[in-house]
């Protein structure tokens, strides 16, 4: 089965600080996405890629920033964290093959921030 | 601008009913519809998914089926167990990108 995989789990930070989410998958997926939800709330796309050296912005409007130097790796920035942040990201990929463009999700990356 | 509606918001039935969780979206012009299930606190875990050119896909006690003319989709769970609770999401594709539902909570007594 695939995997895909969020780090940290649970992050409690104070305002002002640099924050980086990882996110890392080992199915060589080509895209990869970041999602935003908050308890009992739908999804938001924030940022995805196509591939290495693509990122492009989502429907939902974010301060974050993203990376795809590797094929594997998605990582997601915050320069500056504000508690209007603090929220749940989630992270996916989906590809082709015998999956048919499922999408597999992490276990997600809890923020708050105070 | 793609839209995607899920009726009802919550369900609570009694263990071992038949039950239907219901997805509307506006445009037909998908990719293809998956149903994802979603625990409090975590990630979503993948249950089925219908390509665009296919009406329905089953996996054990869960049978989903896709009309794309109407922009309908229905999932059907059979039986149902206190471990069938959960969030159950319902998301379309088209392009590169995922549409998701706000979900259907819902809660099997014992």
């Known amino acids: 089965e695939a995997d895909i995989y969020q780090t940290p789990r649970y992050l409690v930070i104070g305002t002002g600080k640099k924050i980086t989410l990882e996110c890392s998958q080992t199915?060589?997926?080509?895209?990869m996405y970041w999602y935003q939800q908050d308890p009992g709330m739908e999804l938001h796309l924030i940022h995805y890629?196509?591939?290495?050296?693509?990122?492009e912005k989502g429907d939902l409007s974010s301060e974050s920033t993203v990376s795809r130097i590797r094929t594997e790796h998605f990582p997601l920035t915050l320069e500056s964290a504000r508690p209007s942040h603090t929220s749940q990201y989630l992270c996916?990929?989906?590809?082709?093959?015998?999956?048919?463009?499922?999408?597999?999700f992490g276990s997600g990356t809890q923020l708050s921030v105070l | 601008k793609q839209e995607v509606t899920q009726i009802p918001a919550a369900l609570s039935v009694p263990e071992g009913e038949n039950l239907v969780l219901n997805c509307s979206f506006t445009d037909s012009a998908i990719y293809n519809l998956q149903w994802f299930r979603q625990d409090p606190g975590k990630g979503l875990t993948s249950l089925l998914l219908?390509?665009?050119?296919?009406r329905e896909q089953t996996s054990g006690r869960l049978n989903a089926s896709l009309d794309k003319s109407s922009g309908r989709s229905t999932l059907y769970i059979a039986a149902s167990q206190p471990g069938d609770s959960a969030t159950y999401l319902c998301?379309?594709?088209?392009?590169?990108?995922?549409?998701f539902g706000a979900g259907t909570r819902l809660f099997v007594k014992a």
């Open positions: 199915m060589g997926h080509d895209k």
């Open positions: 890629s196509y591939g290495v050296n693509s990122t």
């Open positions: 998301a379309v594709t088209g392009g590169f990108k995922t549409i």
């Open positions: 219908i390509q665009s050119s296919q």
């Open positions: 996916a990929s989906s590809g082709q093959g015998a999956w048919g463009e499922k999408l597999f």
